[in-house]
């Protein structure tokens, strides 16, 4: 999974080039060395080859291929993630609490009883 | 930084100014005579400029802009969004959206900064306008949750044409600078169909090896799943859109925002923003600015990415006043 775009700058901010997914925990490793996959697997850093798009001629770019250390997920290491959806509905009950809240505040401010 | 020091070394500066001005006169005035035409035309002149330049040397403009431009644009943002308006005189709410905006400058979700925005939507009166913003708040906030990264990429786009809406919203204007964004949503068009293409690749654009940079990683980090050849276009668009996002902050809306309508003497201009944020956090500022230049000249995609990091509260600063606006009206 390709991480958040500022992290992906901060964390390739000493390199001529961006790497790819899996590729930063690796960075300054050897072949072998363990790490955590970008999804938070346990994993092992091994050489592959990578694609990347050579745009210095204008487009359409050419396809290049560099040897990199990528992180690799073990076999058996497995994550929980949540589904998106759980996370948005998540937001949203917020949201709705604080705009439930706030309107409240209100009412009892604007009651002529108060 | 002294105040009568740096009156010192404007006042040569104003004096050639004006000497300049007195020559120009006739040519000028017919397109600079009151700040209607100014705005027009320097708004004009900024599109158009930043267009050519993207056509010229994309990569530079990326690598250049932020650590030239940048700071002195957030002094900006936050100058005529909250400073002007006596925002950061309302504590709750320089809290609610300053807390937020910390948060995911110092690496928290997208959510936080969209957090930023509700407190704001939510700070106006009662009103269809405040439901209608909170509904649109949290379904950017939902988003936000759960797809963050292509939140992120979209807000990094999204965020240089805020600018522009704030800008011409900020006061009625004559229909004549609906040219401005029409002339720049027109320029973005045409550089996403490739109609810049031919520019780029005739000036040598695609490649700049001193910028420590190169289209592919701008790819990377600005488009996701793109054909390789659309997402390029997307990168110069974003360049170009970054840079009159830039004039917006630096030319156009202090220019809008002023009481006076004539243009003022430097030795003015630096006055009021001493007045503004006096001097001491301006020498911050100002100390800021030089680091950041200084560290481009050593390592430009590093002062670049360094930039970027402390930035990323601007674009949901923006955001959160323009849910104000929207909430409450622009400020008188």
Redesign the interface.
Known sequence: ??????????S???L???P?SNASQCQGAQAGAACTTDDGKAGTCLTQKVG??????????KSIEVDMLICVASASARVAVAP??L??????AV??L??GL??AG?GRRLSPSS | MDRGAALDVLTPLDAARSAVLRMSAPLLTPFFGDRERRVLWLGVGSVVMAFVLTGLAPLWLLALGPVVLGVPHLLADVRYLVVKPRLHRDVPLMLGLGVPLVAVTV?A???FGVLSV?VAA?SGP?SWRQGLA?LA??AL?????????GF??AF?HGHNLVAIGLWFALRPRPSSHGWIPGLALAGSAFILV?GL?PL??AMGG??APGT??????F????T?GLD??VA??VVLSFCFLQSVHYAMWLRLIPDDARERRAPRTFRASWRALAQDFGLPALAAVGGLAVGLAAWGIVEL??AR??Y??LA?FHGYLELAIAARWFVKGRPA
Do not use: I, N
Not at chain 1, 52 to 61: A, F, M, N, T
Not at chain 2, 212 to 217: I, M, T, V
């Open positions: 999974m390709r991480r958040l775009l500022l992290v992906t700058l901060v390739s901010a000493a001529a080039d961006v790819p990347r798009l050579d745009y210095s001629e204008g487009v359409p770019p998106p959806y996370a948005a509905g998540a937001v949203l949201m709705a604080l705009l706030k309107l209100r | 690496g979700p997208p959510v509700l939510l009662r909170f708040v949290a906030a939902a988003v936000a949750w759960g797809f963050p990264d992120q990429l990094v490739g293409d780029v690749t695609w490649r420590g940079s190169d289209f592919g990683e790819v990377v980090t600005h996701s390789p050849t390029a276009h995609p590093a990415t360094g970027l990091h990323t």
